[in-house]
């Protein structure tokens, strides 16, 4: 770690903890069916008052087009031609899915085996205690600009930010922009993310009866709306696994750093004696194919299930569309599939719920090189490059309306953090040296202008 930087922020740890317990306990899931709103209303003041501590004199929330409230500031630095940084996370969280498959308490921050537990440690209020580090570290000595949007309905996919930007596209115009939601290869292994797959989620429904009926009195000839959903969704995949969308080309290949399948298995936690799936490599699979997944099926439960026939029956789905592909085409190459693989004509209607575009950034730029550098010196081993099969429709907003910044994904949520599901974790010594690395940039970015 780099001197008198990394010394501030060890020191400062103990306290990020806390403010990132108190930070976690808030219940920011931004869906008011499942949590009160009032809940990412605290989020977003507790992160509006620590950045305006911190010399944002004018942070305050602004509400975007989907009713979500975003977290925007700015600190001038004294310099009238420095150049201008923008610092991105977000407060939302995903839910907690099933709290009986949490071995802690999914709101409240617990240390197991050095790594702190709780739903939002890692995605993405990690990365709000990595910023806060970092400016704190440099105290009054800032060369940029800075500028900062902390968003709150990001794992809602509802694009409000994204809206907002591209109606006030001054507010947020920067040199540099640090989205701060992706991760590292490993726990001390440094890395950028240069591509992200775009995606798709639409629901097919499926009718084929009136009503449930007597599956001994009917059974054979009606039509099982479930049998037909199952059909369906068979479809899009072959025997090894590949995502098998009529018209959507699945034999690319990722020409950058590789992912070991063994430590792809331990990461993702794939069971003893499971096969991985599809016929490329790991990173083949996760960076440059396509890949669908079925997100839920609205179904009678085992539990209470009836000896009926199921009249109707529904599947979320989510296509990751990789790089260089068209995310408008993808919808619709599986939006054809699925009417084309309908068994029976049974009744079927397709409900589109997101389209986002893949990204690939900017490399070469002196952005890229001073974090590199930074990487390096907060880790002490050179920085690498991954793709990320997630997707963050943002950072196409931000190509689109600034297409001179660069923009540099990087975070916390290295694959042993579980973001989205049970457990979720970070491991502090992530957030200690991101924070460094992104002091250090800060720094650099700002004297080598």
């Not at 103990?14 to 976690?24: F, G, I, N, T, W």
């Not at 080309?249 to 750093?257: R, S, V």
Request: charge should be negative.
């Amino acid at each position: 770690m780099s001197g008198a930087i990394g010394e501030r922020i060890r020191a400062m740890m103990p306290a990020a903890k806390d403010e990132l317990a108190e930070l976690v306990s808030i219940r920011s899931v931004a869906d008011p069916r499942q949590y009160p709103p009032e809940e990412c209303a605290r989020a977003a003041e507790w992160v509006r008052e620590r950045f305006a501590r911190l010399g944002f004199d004018d942070a305050r929330l602004e509400e975007t087009p989907d009713g979500s409230r975003a977290v925007i500031g700015m600190r001038a630095s004294a310099d009238p031609n420095a150049r201008t940084v923008l610092l991105y996370a977000h407060y939302d969280v995903q839910p907690p899915l099933d709290e009986s498959a949490w071995r802690t308490p999914p709101f409240e921050l617990t240390e197991v085996d050095g790594r702190w537990h709780g739903r939002g440690a890692a995605d993405c209020k990690g990365n709000i205690l990595m910023h806060l580090l970092a400016i704190r570290a440099l105290g009054d000595d800032l060369p940029v600009n800075l500028k900062l949007v902390v968003e709150g309905s990001e794992e809602q996919g509802t694009g409000g930010l994204e809206r907002y930007v591209a109606a006030n596209p001054d507010l947020l115009r920067a040199d540099a922009i640090l989205v701060c939601d992706t991760g590292n290869a490993a726990v001390g292994a440094p890395a950028l993310t240069v591509t992200l797959r775009g995606m798709a989620n639409v629901v097919v429904r499926v009718e084929t009866l009136a009503s449930e009926i007597h599956s001994g009195m009917f059974g054979g000839p009606a039509p099982d709306a479930l049998s037909a959903l199952i059909a369906i969704l068979a479809s899009l995949h072959d025997a090894s696994g590949n995502t098998t969308v009529d018209g959507l080309d699945h034999t690319q290949t990722w020409d950058g750093a590789p992912y070991d399948a063994v430590q792809f298995r331990a990461d993702a936690g794939v069971l003893d004696g499971v096969d991985l799936v599809g016929d490329g490599t790991v990173a083949d699979g996760l960076w440059a194919r396509p890949a669908l997944t079925v997100l839920g099926i609205d179904a009678p439960p085992v539990v209470g299930s009836a000896a009926a026939i199921v009249p109707r029956a529904a599947a979320r789905l989510n296509l990751r569309v990789p790089p260089k592909t068209d995310p408008q085409a993808a919808h619709d190459a599986l939006v054809a599939h699925l009417r084309s693989n309908a068994p029976w004509n049974v009744r079927t209607t397709i409900e589109t719920e997101a389209i986002g575009a893949p990204f690939s950034a900017t490399t070469h730029g002196p952005a890229y090189r001073t974090m590199a550098a930074a990487m390096e010196q907060a880790y002490g081993v050179e920085m690498t490059t991954l793709g990320q099969g997630g997707s963050i429709p943002l950072c196409n907003v931000f190509a689109d309306t600034y297409p001179d910044a660069e923009i540099i994904l990087m975070g916390v949520e290295e694959p042993l953090t579980l973001i989205h599901a049970p457990n979720e974790s970070v491991d502090p010594s992530e957030i200690e040296r991101l924070a460094v690395a992104e002091a250090l940039f800060l720094q650099s970015y700002g004297r080598d202008a």
